[in-house]
């Protein structure tokens, strides 16, 4: 079946350091991947997406790059922010042949704590 | 624009009461997914529908139960509550066969007392 792998949290840097959040995953085909965020108190929302080999999603100023080669999906920002602390979730869904719906299959999330 | 609303926002009950949640999708999204999310924990499926009929089937205790309806609103009734079932509880919404990511509600907090 799917699954996700992705490094457990908490992540505490400073303000402006560079973030790396590893992802790794498991998937028969070529499922679509995301990146979720929450935010203390709310609901998931969509950071970004790459739905094929090689695509890179980018948004708010982070990127991560679909590498089927490897099976990853690492979440990465060159300089982080106070507001950026939250709880970071890979996730995939899996793409039928001929289209077709799919459950989102979630990481267990990655805090990260951005301190002043 | 318009986003996926759920209600209540939040709901305390009772040992081996029943709840209700509701979720109404994006206009125009005909797929509806429910996932639990415990405390510190990963968002779990528990079941979608896509055209009003059941889809996908998780990780659902037998004694919940859900369905959509024609106006594509979907509902999860929970009965004979656990402690274990306090939890946030998520709807999201997608087009037909659009595997592209789903739009989430901000869920509903269920404490169970």
């Known amino acids: ?116 | 624009a318009a986003g996926v609303i759920q209600s209540p926002r939040h709901l305390i009950k009772e040992k081996r009461e029943t709840a209700t949640l509701k979720c109404y999708p994006i206009p125009r999204h005909d797929t509806v997914y429910w996932y639990q999310q415990g405390p510190g924990q990963d968002p779990q499926f528990l079941i979608s529908f896509y055209e009003k009929m059941q889809s996908d089937k998780g990780s659902i205790p037998d004694r919940f139960s859900a369905q959509q309806f024609s106006d594509y609103h979907s509902e999860l009734n929970m009965s004979s509550l656990e402690l274990g079932d306090s939890a946030l509880y998520f709807c999201a919404s997608s087009p037909n066969r659009d595997s592209y990511g789903y739009t989430f509600g901000s869920g509903t907090r269920l404490t169970v007392v």
């Open chain 1, 1 to 116: 079946g799917n699954s996700v792998t992705q490094m457990e949290g908490p992540v505490t840097l400073s303000e402006e350091a560079f973030l790396t959040i590893n992802c790794t995953y498991t998937a028969t085909g070529y499922p679509s991947l995301f990146w979720y965020v929450q935010y203390p108190g709310e609901g998931l929302q969509l950071l970004l997406k790459a739905t094929k080999a090689d695509d890179k999603g980018s948004n708010k100023g982070f990127e991560a790059t679909y590498r089927k080669e490897t099976t990853s999906f690492h979440l990465e920002k060159g300089s982080v922010q106070v507001s950026d602390s939250a709880v970071y979730f890979c996730a995939l869904s899996g793409n039928l042949l001929g289209g077709g719906y799919q459950k989102v299959t979630f990481g267990i999330g990655t805090k990260l704590q951005v301190i002043p």
